[in-house]
């Protein structure tokens, strides 16, 4: 049973096909950024793994140490963005 608005065989210009077009929109850009986090996030752990290889001199370790902190601060800060 149709109640005007949008049919079966056709596409319509009313509200509910503007607001489901504005929602189809509204999740493309959320899965892009989700896309996006994700690979920051796994750009971030690579790094992480490949700082923690390092044996070299004190100061160079304190420098990646200092790196690896930043990067996981920098995990955890999108984790609680993207719930948000």
């Known amino acids: 049973m149709n109640k005007g ?10 509200p509910t096909s503007v607001a489901a ?14 896309d ?9 752990f690579n790094h992480l793994v ?3 290889r390092v044996s070299d001199p004190p100061v160079r370790n304190s ?3 200092f790196m690896m902190e930043m990067r ?3 995990m ?8 948000s």
Do not use: C, M, P
Not at 7 to 14: D, F, I, P, V
Not at 21 to 34: N, T
Not at 76 to 83: D, G, I, K, M, T
């Open 5 to 14: 608005g949008v049919g079966l065989t056709g596409g319509g210009s009313g």
């Open 21 to 34: 077009a504005a929602a189809a929109q509204k999740q493309k850009a959320l899965l892009q950024r989700v």
């Open 36 to 44: 996006t986090d994700i690979t920051s996030i796994v750009e971030n």
């Open 50 to 52: 490949n700082v923690a």
């Open 63 to 65: 420098q990646e140490a």
């Open 72 to 74: 996981g601060a920098r």
């Open 76 to 83: 955890v800060s999108r984790v609680f963005l993207a719930s």
